[in-house]
């Protein structure tokens, strides 16, 4: 299930995000960056060395947690709101729209080992919102950690989802408190407002930023649909799903995202 949280006043969010535009630039570049800076700051054992995997799979559109309600989401946006936004944000939303109806998609999955993972669990302060899930998957322009970190989760997080038209990524994290695993399983993609249901949202728009899971915008705890089995984990570390994953470099994408690294 996505939620979209609604604005209580007559606030907008446009197509044209500046945390996806950033890394548009060089998309592979920034992805590799990005991911591997982030694993280093969560080596788990510091005498090991820490380990990223990349794999690209094509999965059938049923493998994709919640794409059909994506797909309503965008033919509404395509529909009655892209009339709003620029000459090439209207390309953008058709091909987004394209990637939402396709019967199957690549998926760049990204895991890293000896990590660990994005806790779920508030730092010292015992703010909610302080926990590196919570930095990574809900807040904006905070980073949190040591400025001697080589990356801590700032505005980097939104490398992943310049590689898609789908704009669209899917977390898996698994950590251990006093022996014991836990884990968390979540979606996020960032769109455009909409009005998809206006009689449910008191006539507002709701936000662009949409998350895949549990009820109050939280994680699920553990995958209770086989479909979605391949995001789960069974030990410490993250795993970072990219939907619709897309680049110019076509088949070259692995020794250009090594050379990087």
Do not use: C
């Not at 548009?24 to 694993?39: D, F, H």
């Amino acid at each position: 299930m996505w939620t979209f949280d609604v604005y209580n006043k007559k606030n907008y969010d446009g197509w044209n995000d500046p945390s996806i535009t950033t890394f548009k630039a060089n998309i592979l570049k920034s992805l590799a960056r990005e991911i591997i800076q982030n694993s280093i700051d969560a080596r788990d054992n510091k005498n090991s060395p820490v380990v990223v995997k990349f794999k690209l799979q094509n999965f059938n559109r049923d493998m994709i947690p919640g794409l059909d309600e994506l797909q309503q989401r965008m033919e509404h946006i395509d529909k009655y709101d892209s009339k709003n936004e620029g000459v090439s944000q209207q390309l953008d939303i058709k091909e987004t729209l394209k990637h939402s109806k396709a019967k199957n998609l690549p998926v760049l999955i990204i895991e890293d080992e000896n990590t660990t993972g994005l806790k779920d669990t508030d730092g010292a302060t015992g703010y909610h919102g302080n926990s590196t899930y919570e930095r990574f998957m809900h807040s904006s322009g905070s980073s949190g950690g040591s400025q001697k970190r080589a990356g801590s989760h700032g505005i980097g997080k939104a490398a992943p989802f310049a590689s898609t038209p789908l704009r669209t990524i899917y977390v898996g994290s698994m950590w251990y408190e006093d022996g014991e695993p836990k884990s968390l399983y979540q979606g996020k993609t960032i769109l455009m407002s909409t009005k998809l249901d206006p009689k449910d949202n008191n006539g507002y728009a709701s936000m662009g930023t949409g998350f895949w899971g549990d009820d109050n915008l939280e994680p699920f705890r553990k995958i209770n649909d086989k479909r979605f089995v391949w995001l789960e984990r069974s030990n410490g570390g993250t795993t970072i799903a990219i939907a619709g994953f897309k680049t110019t470099a076509d088949r070259e994408w692995m020794p250009i995202i090594a050379g990087y690294i």
